[in-house]
C-alpha cells in the first residue's frame, strides 16, 4: 500500500529540524506525527524541552515545537509498505532536505528519529547542508524495544541545540 509522508512542520526560526523515515498507520490515520499511543516521541520531547506536551490538543503541541525552534518532518516522501515498520519500506521515494534546509536561515542541527531515518536522510544532504551537524537518536518507535530512561539520555543533547542565545 502507498503511503506519504506529512508535510514539513517549519518556520524561519527553526533551529532544529527532527526528521523521522516515514508515519506509521496509526499516524497516517489521525493526521498526526507521531500519533501511535505508545510511540515515546511526545513524552520524550516533553523532556527535552521541559515542557507539557502530551496533555495538549495536537495543533497546540505542533505549535509549542515551533515556539521552541524544532521543526519536523520525514526523510521519505513516499513509500509502499505494509504495516509500519521501517523495515517494511519499499520502492521509497525521498524528501528533498537540502532544499528545505536552505531554506531555514537559523537552522542549526538536524537530528533523525531512528537509523533508518539516519541511512535515508543522510543520502539526501548535498553542499552545504551535508554540513549541518546531525544527531543520530534511537527510535521512538515502539517497535525500538530500549528502556525510556536510556532513549531519554541521548535525547537530552537536544536541549543544547535549543537553548536560547
Not at 497516517?28 to 496533555?55: C, D, K, T
Not at 518532518?73 to 528545505?100: E, F, K, M
Not at 542541527?109 to 541511512?119: D, K
Amino acid at each position: 500500500m502507498a503511503k506519504t509522508c506529512f508535510p514539513p512542520v517549519v518556520d524561519a526560526h527553526t533551529r532544529l529540524l527532527i526528521l523521522g523515515s516515514l508515519p506509521g498507520d496509526a499516524s497516517l490515520q489521525a493526521a498526526q506525527y507521531y500519533a501511535h499511543p505508545r510511540n515515546q516521541f511526545w513524552r520524550l520531547l516533553e523532556q527535552v524541552l521541559q515542557q507539557p506536551l502530551i496533555a495538549l490538543p495536537y495543533a497546540q503541541r505542533l505549535a509549542c515545537l515551533q515556539a521552541r525552534g524544532v521543526g519536523l518532518w520525514d526523510v521519505v516522501a513516499q513509500a509502499q509498505r505494509q504495516g509500519s515498520l521501517d523495515t517494511a519500506i519499499r520502492a521509497a521515494s525521498h524528501n528533498d532536505l537540502s532544499t528545505l534546509c536552505m531554506g531555514l536561515p537559523q537552522l542549526q542541527a538536524l537530528a533523525f528519529n531512528g537509523a533508518t531515518a539516519a541511512r535515508i536522510g543522510s543520502k539526501q544532504l548535498h553542499g552545504d547542508t551535508a554540513l549541518l551537524p546531525r544527531l543520530t537518536l534511537p527510535s521512538s518507535s515502539p517497535a525500538h524495544t530500549m528502556p525510556f530512561a536510556q532513549k531519554l539520555e541521548q535525547w537530552l543533547p537536544l536541549r543544547s541545540v535549543l537553548m536560547p542565545g
